[in-house]
């Protein structure tokens, strides 16, 4: 079974621009997670996400940061603008719906990204 | 929002020692689970706690639920190189919304 999938495991842009971040759950899960990491800090959370549904956004910036997890394909975390301050990683966790998830989280191996 | 306090926040230590750290927290949870992250990989369950009081072992890890359900400890025996990393506590409620929360990590260094 595949992991947790993400991608660009490395990302580099100019400010202004924009990043797109994929990740791909684990197969059967429907529920993903996405939390930040700055160099040398702990694991923030950002967002909560089931299939076409944002249950907790309570981490996000409200502004420049999105995210969604549609019906088909990958969630994706979508920074517009990036400034200096996005540089970081991102990682994303997925774990099974209902009564199956038992706080358990998948980790991918998290996208880096460098604003220059 | 919730936040999970996580000591010591650094610590290094002899190859061979053992290793204690804890984490608090001001609210309950019915889950409590230990995550190593290993340097520029992604977080890894060690261990999961599901009852107040448990106590449970992986190899040379144990981790303990503590029985206000409030906190909970990991230790690790007899510590070798690949140990390092940053070690994360999270607490967890089913049912309902279920969202993770982390503590912010213990990094761990050890000298041979």
């Known amino acids: 079974n595949a992991g947790v999938m993400q991608n660009p495991r490395h990302l580099v842009r100019r400010r202004g621009q924009e990043a797109r971040l994929r990740c791909s759950p684990m197969k059967g899960h429907s529920h993903v997670y996405w939390y930040r990491q700055l160099p040398e800090e702990g694991l923030k959370f950002m967002v909560y996400?089931?299939?076409?549904?944002?249950?907790?956004e309570s981490g996000m910036p409200k502004e420049r940061f999105s995210a969604e997890f549609p019906k088909e394909g990958p969630s994706i975390l979508r920074i517009q603008q990036v400034v200096r301050g996005d540089s970081a990683a991102y990682f994303c966790?997925?774990?099974?719906?209902?009564?199956?998830?038992?706080?358990?989280?998948?980790f991918g191996e998290g996208s880096r990204l460098t604003v220059l | 929002g919730q936040q999970l306090n996580q000591s010591p926040q650094s610590m290094f230590i002899q190859e061979g020692e053992d290793v204690s750290m804890n984490c608090t927290s001001s609210?309950?949870?019915?889950?409590w689970l230990w995550y190593k992250q290993d340097p520029g990989e992604g977080p890894v369950l060690l261990i999961a706690?599901?009852?107040?009081?448990e106590l449970t072992s992986n190899g040379r890890l144990t981790a303990q639920f503590g029985i206000t359900r409030k906190d909970s400890f990991l230790n690790i025996s007899a510590s070798i190189p690949s140990d390092v990393g940053i070690y994360f506590c999270a607490g967890f409620n089913s049912g309902g919304y279920q969202k993770v929360t982390f503590g912010i990590g213990t990094k761990l260094q050890v000298i041979p």
């Open positions: 966790a997925s774990s099974p719906p209902g009564l199956a998830s038992t706080g358990e989280l998948f």
């Open positions: 609210s309950i949870f019915n889950t």
């Open positions: 706690l599901y009852k107040a009081g």
């Open positions: 996400l089931q299939k076409e549904n944002i249950i907790d």
